[in-house]
């Protein structure tokens, strides 16, 4: 028996909080860091394979980001 591949398409509305810092190094270069949690609610969302055979479950995203850089001003 082959496995199936089963896929959705959703958008989900949630909320996001986060904080970061710029440390200037030069008077043109600086770098930063930022943090962010986003979350969104339970969902409750099905998936589809080409089949048609389908299945529901409860999708919920809890994410932590965090993002680093160098900025170079002109």
């Known amino acids: 028996?082959?496995?199936?591949?089963?896929?959705t398409n959703y958008w989900q509305l949630g909320w996001?909080?986060?904080g970061g810092i710029e440390y200037p190094l030069t008077p043109n270069w600086s770098i930063k860091v930022e943090y962010d949690f986003?979350?969104?609610p339970t969902k409750a969302t099905t998936f589809t394979a080409p089949s048609g055979t389908f299945f529901t479950a409860n999708m919920h995203q809890s994410i932590?980001?965090?993002t680093a850089g160098a900025n170079y001003r002109f």
């Open 1 to 7: 028996m082959e496995a199936e591949t089963f896929s």
């Open 38 to 40: 986003i979350d969104t």
């Open 64 to 66: 932590n980001s965090v």
């Open 16 to 18: 996001t909080v986060g």
